[in-house]
Each structure stands twice: as structure tokens, then as C-alpha cells.
């Protein structure tokens, strides 16, 4: 697969079962996604791997910071189930003279972007997950997050449903993102 078709074919997967890609090769995925863009080479982040019971933890977590009747804790607690693996995205920004925060955060959407092509080029479904629950302080607490860190959500993977193709993407308008300030660029030009 080269990049174009890997980047085509990619679609988050939202129906996925077991199994998921194991430690060893979830590191392997991750050594490569950390050959991403990063301004100071600073990698200001860090993941958090969920299995098993661990999703259960975090349901729990969330539950109570979503709060509500006993049936609606119950569907939040059971959200975290949805995929064999969850990879929580940790952002651990630090003060640095030259990179503000704002592109710590850019380096670190680059990793995770560059893993979910790893892990779809492997034949591993994902889908990034966020959420109001996402950096609330039960679920915080139970990543055991420093003050300083905050939670970017989950990369739900596991077996995408070969049965469940995901709908074709809409058209997009590539030249209305494009501008130029001497040649026109655009419709017509
Ligand atoms: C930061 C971020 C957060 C996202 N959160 C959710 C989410 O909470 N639930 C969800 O179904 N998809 C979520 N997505 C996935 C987008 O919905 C998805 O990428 C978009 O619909 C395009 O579909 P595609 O990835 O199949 O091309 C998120 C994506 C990003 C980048």
C-alpha cells in the first residue's frame, strides 16, 4: 500500500471487535508514528493503554462524572467496552522558550494521525474518541494524570466490521482551501 491509498482507504471504524494489536506490536506502531513532524523533538505526550478490566475502570470513571439515572450510568460505564484496546491520548505539555503550547498540541495530533494510518495499513480499525467525559476529574483520576497533562481522548482499535463499511465520503472542495497572494488561484483560475 503506498501512503495515498493507505490515507484513501482509512475511515474510523466505529464497530469494532477482538482482537487488537498486542503490546509488542502497539509499540512497534508507536516507534514509528514518533518519526512525525515535532518542533523541538519535545514528543509532549504520552498513552495510556486500556484492556480488558482497565475499560471497565474508565467506565466507571465516567459514569460518575456523567452522573444521571442508574440505566444512564450504566451506558456510559459500558462506552469503553466498545473496542478490544483503547490508547488514551495524554498531552504533557512543558514550558519551552520556542514552542508554545499550542504547537505541542500540533505535534502531538501528528503522532496519532501517523499511528491510525500505521494501525489501518496493518488491517487494524480505529476511531479517535472524545467527548464532554473526556478530561472530566473521575476519568483524570483514574489515568492518573498530572495537573499538567490533559486527556485528548481515546483511539478505540480492534477488528473493524468488514460487514459495516463505512458510507462513502462526501465530495470535497480542495481549491476553496487554497489561496495565493500573486497568481489566483481557485475557481476559474
Ligand atoms: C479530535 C477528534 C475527535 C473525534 N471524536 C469523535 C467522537 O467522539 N466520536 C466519533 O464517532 N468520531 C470522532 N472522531 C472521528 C470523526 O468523526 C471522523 O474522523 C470524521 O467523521 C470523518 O470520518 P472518517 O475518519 O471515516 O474519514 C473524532 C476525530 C477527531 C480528529
Redesign the pocket.
Given at each position: 500500500m503506498n501512503v495515498e491509498q493507505t490515507v484513501l482507504a482509512?475511515?474510523?471504524?466505529?464497530r469494532l471487535t477482538g482482537p487488537g494489536p498486542d503490546d509488542r506490536e502497539l509499540a512497534e506502531l508507536v516507534e514509528l508514528a514518533m518519526t512525525a513532524p515535532d518542533h523541538g523533538r519535545l514528543s509532549p505526550w504520552r498513552l495510556v493503554v486500556l484492556r480488558g478490566d482497565e475499560r471497565r475502570l474508565l467506565g466507571e470513571a465516567m459514569a460518575e462524572a456523567a452522573g444521571g439515572e442508574p440505566a444512564d450510568r450504566e451506558r456510559t460505564a459500558a462506552k469503553p467496552l466498545r473496542a478490544p484496546l483503547l490508547i488514551t491520548v495524554v498531552l504533557c505539555p512543558r514550558d519551552h522558550p520556542k514552542v508554545p503550547r499550542w504547537e505541542q498540541l500540533a505535534a502531538t495530533?501528528c503522532a496519532?494521525?501517523t499511528l491510525i494510518l500505521l494501525l489501518h495499513e496493518r488491517g487494524w480499525g480505529s476511531?479517535?474518541?472524545?467527548?464532554a467525559l473526556t478530561d472530566a476529574p473521575p476519568v483524570r483520576g483514574v489515568l492518573g494524570l498530572a495537573d499538567t497533562e490533559q486527556s485528548?481522548?481515546w483511539l478505540y482499535v480492534g477488528t473493524p466490521d468488514a460487514r459495516r463499511p463505512?458510507a462513502p465520503?462526501p465530495p470535497v472542495d480542495a481549491r476553496s482551501k487554497l489561496s495565493s497572494l500573486l497568481a489566483p488561484v481557485g475557481p476559474g483560475a
Open positions: 482509512r475511515r474510523s471504524a466505529t495530533v496519532v494521525q476511531v479517535w474518541r472524545t467527548g485528548l481522548g463505512a465520503r
